[in-house]
């Protein structure tokens, strides 16, 4: 079993849509990450949290420690939203999930 | 800031071959990262350098794997002899200080045919 998984590994959605993407993980650990990686391959750090909710423009993550799981949400999406994203946590290295691949349909 | 430099952008080699990826970390950060990203494993830490020094290198695939970091601002990752199986992208990351966020590098794309 991994120790970072993500749910759903591909996600199609309408313009406009509300997205949510869930990441669950076993370990111990001291941040979680929330990346975009685009079509052309570089990789961009959305979020980085460790407690709460942190909002920015139409992206919002929150982290429950307890439940050992994040969510990073997509409101109003638009196809530039369409990327891989990454959740990947800290625990004494970084330990990544195998992404989930969105694509938004105008 | 230029952020993190990577070259080359694209390597295409044969098997057996000797190959080298370049890092330039951000300008004052002071650890370094080594990924590959497949698309069988997703992303995998090679490597991480702090303050220059090898800290955890127990992602270093086998001994045909090397790394270095002579000076702050400049990182290696050779691998020597290449095989079919190493091709992947590999990216480099910098980090300040005590922050957990890494800027990633925009990666080599390495073939080994």
């Known amino acids: 079993k991994n120790e970072v998984e993500q749910s759903p590994q591909n996600l199609t959605a309408q313009e406009g849509e509300f997205i949510t993407i869930n990441c669950s993980y076993s370990?111990?650990?001291?941040?979680l990450h929330w990346l975009q990686q685009h079509p052309g391959g570089g990789i961009v750090s959305l979020f980085m949290l460790s407690s709460g909710k942190k909002k920015h423009g139409r992206l919002i993550a929150t982290i429950n420690i307890q439940e050992k799981h994040s969510s990073l949400h997509i409101t109003a999406s638009h196809p530039r939203d369409s990327a891989v994203y990454i959740c990947a946590v800290t625990s004494g290295k970084l330990i990544f999930g195998q992404g989930t691949e969105l694509s938004v349909k105008p | 800031d230029a952020g993190v430099i990577q070259s080359p952008r694209h390597e295409v080699t044969e098997m057996g071959q000797e190959v080298t990826l370049r890092c330039k970390p951000i300008s004052g950060h002071n650890s370094l990262f080594w990924y590959r990203q497949t698309m069988m494993r997703g992303l995998e830490l090679l490597i991480y350098?702090?303050?220059?020094?090898?800290?955890?290198d127990s992602g270093m695939p086998e001994d045909r794997f090397s790394a270095k970091m002579p000076n702050a601002s400049f990182s290696t990752l050779k691998i020597q002899p290449s095989e079919p199986r190493d091709s992947a992208v590999y990216f480099c990351?910098?980090?300040?200080?005590?922050?957990?966020?890494?800027?990633f590098g925009p990666g080599t794309r390495l073939t080994v045919t």
């Open positions: 350098f702090n303050n220059n020094v090898p800290i955890d």
């Open positions: 990351a910098s980090r300040s200080g005590g922050a957990h966020e890494q800027y």
């Open positions: 370990v111990g650990i001291s941040a």
